[in-house]
Nanobody
Framework: QVQLVESGGGLVQAGGSLRLSCAAT????????MGWYRQAPGKQRELVAR???????NYADSVKGRFTISRDNAKNTVSLQMNSLKPEDTAVYYC?????????WGQGTQVTVSS
């Protein structure tokens, strides 16, 4: 059974930092691409950052230079370090695992940035 469990969300003031983690079970973690997405109220879910099995990364323009995605294949985890947070970063953040036409999602973790 595939499970993606996010942690690390919370409330932070603008300019602060948070680190999200996603623990994966039931998949060949080192072989799949992982990503972080977010969905703000009334908006569509959007890509924040992703990392391939080969450790290539890409980021949404809105978070470049502030967020860093990383993966630890020994621990089957993917993390998102978020610095210089802004109120517009407020959203539910979701972890995603995907390969070919298969994808799995975590349950999401709330990030709220106060001004």
């Amino acid at each position: 059974q595939v499970q993606l469990v996010e942690s690390g969300g919370g409330l932070v003031q603008a300019g602060g930092s948070l680190r999200l983690s996603c623990a994966a079970t039931g998949i060949a973690f080192s072989s799949v691409g992982m990503g972080w997405y977010r969905q703000a109220p009334g908006k569509q879910r959007e890509l924040v950052a992703r990392i391939t099995s080969g450790f290539s990364t890409n980021y949404a323009d809105s978070v470049k230079g502030r967020f860093t995605i990383s993966r630890d294949n020994a621990k089957n985890t993917v993390s998102l370090q978020m610095n210089s947070l802004k109120p517009e970063d407020t959203a539910v953040y979701y972890c995603r695992a995907g390969w070919f036409t298969t994808e799995y999602w975590g349950q999401g973790t709330q990030v709220t940035v106060s001004s």
